[in-house]
C-alpha cells in the first residue's frame, strides 16, 4: 500500500520533536510538508526549529512553510509556552541555526496547493493552534472537501483543560480558528487532553530510550529534561504525556483509538474562551442551536494506551 501523504502542522516543541520523528520512522506515512505556527514559542522560532529537527533527521529535502503570526481575529498578545518546553522550545539546547530556509508560500498557500495537488489525499496533522488550517479553508472554499483528513491534537471533551479548567492550549491559542475548522465540513478527528493524557512515556521509559542507540532516541534525551520537570511540577508525575505523537499516530493507525461523532464548537468569549464543547445528541432541543445542522467531526474517545506508547517508544528507538 502507498504510504499516506501527511502535512505537520507544528509549533516545536518537545512532544512535536517526538511527532515529527515518529512520522520519519513510520513507513505507513510519507511526510511532504512542515507547515508552523505559534503555541509552544513564536512562529519564527516554530519555522526555525522545524528546519533544525529536519536536518537532525537528514530530512531536508521536506519543504518548511512558516504560517501566521497572529491569530485569526489578527491578535498579536499570544500566550507561548516556554515554561513547558524551554525558552528555544527545544529544552533549553541552545542548538545552532539551522543552515535551510522557509519556502516562499505562506503556511495557508500551501496546504491550499497540496490539497489541490492531490484532492483527497492528504492528511493534515494539526499540533499546535489551528491558525493556517482555518486561514486555509477561509481562503479557499474548496479546501475543507479537497483535503483528505484533518487530524487535529486539540480539546478537552468532558474533562478539564490544561490552560485553565475550560480550556486546552492548543485550541486556547486561537479558539476562532478551531471554530471554524470544527464546523468547516472537512473530515476532522479530534485527539483531546481526555485521550492524550493516557499516553505517559515514565521515567523508565526515558532510561530505556537513553540506552538506545537510536539517533532520535539520543535526541530527544538531551531535550527531554524541561518536559519532565514541568510535568513533575504541574502534575506531581513522573513522567511526560506523549500528546502530539498520540495524535499523529491517528494518522498511522486509527484503530488505536474509538470514536464518537457529533458536532463540536468553541466558545470564544468570556472564562471558558477555548472550551470545545461536544453536543452528544441525546437530547432533540426544542430551539435552534449553534450546533443545529453543523457538520460533524469525529472525536476521539477510548486509546489503547500501552500499545500506543510502546508503538511510539519502539519506533523512536529504532535506529
Ligand atoms: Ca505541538
Excluded at 121 to 127: D, E, M, S, W
Amino acid at each position: 500500500m502507498e504510504p499516506k501523504k501527511i502535512i505537520i502542522d507544528t509549533d516545536p516543541g518537545i512532544d512535536d520533536a517526538m511527532a515529527i520523528f515518529l512520522a520519519f520512522k513510520s513507513p505507513e506515512v510519507e511526510v511532504i510538508g512542515l507547515t508552523t505556527i505559534y503555541g509552544n514559542v513564536y512562529t519564527t522560532l516554530a519555522t526555525k526549529n522545524a528546519l533544525h529537527l529536519l536536518e537532525v533527521a537528514g530530512r531536508t529535502d521536506i519543504p518548511v512553510a512558516e504560517g501566521s503570526h497572529v491569530t485569526l481575529t489578527k491578535a498579536t498578545k499570544l500566550r507561548i509556552a516556554d515554561f513547558v518546553h524551554g525558552a528555544d522550545g527545544l529544552g533549553n539546547q541552545n542548538f545552532p541555526p539551522p543552515k535551510g530556509k522557509p519556502i516562499e508560500q505562506s503556511a495557508a498557500a500551501f496546504l491550499i496547493e497540496q490539497a489541490n495537488l492531490y484532492p483527497g489525499k492528504i492528511t493534515v496533522v494539526a499540533l499546535g493552534p489551528l491558525t493556517n488550517i482555518a486561514l486555509a479553508i477561509q481562503l479557499d472554499p474548496a479546501f475543507a472537501k479537497n483535503i483528505g483528513q484533518i487530524v487535529l491534537l486539540g480539546g478537552a471533551f468532558s474533562v478539564n483543560g490544561n490552560v485553565n479548567p475550560a480550556t486546552e492550549a492548543n485550541i486556547f491559542g486561537d479558539p476562532e480558528a478551531a471554530d471554524v475548522v470544527f464546523i468547516s465540513g472537512a473530515d476532522v478527528v479530534a485527539v483531546g487532553i481526555n485521550v492524550t493524557h493516557q499516553a505517559i512515556m515514565t521515567d523508565a521509559d526515558r532510561d530505556k530510550l537513553a540506552q538506545s542507540n537510536g539517533k532520535f532516541a539520543q535526541y530527544l534525551c538531551q531535550i527531554l529534561e524541561v518536559y519532565f520537570s514541568y510535568h513533575h511540577d504541574a502534575y506531581a508525575m513522573r513522567g511526560v504525556y506523549l500528546h502530539d505523537p498520540t495524535a499523529l499516530l491517528v494518522a498511522i493507525n486509527p484503530s488505536l483509538f474509538t470514536y464518537t461523532e457529533g458536532v463540536v464548537r468553541v466558545q470564544t468569549s468570556g472564562i471558558t474562551r477555548g472550551l470545545t464543547l461536544f453536543d452528544n445528541r441525546q437530547k432533540r432541543f426544542a430551539e435552534i442551536t449553534e450546533w443545529t445542522d453543523k457538520p460533524t467531526v469525529k472525536v476521539a474517545v477510548t486509546v489503547d494506551a500501552k500499545a500506543v506508547v510502546k508503538l511510539i517508544m519502539d519506533r523512536l528507538m529504532d535506529s
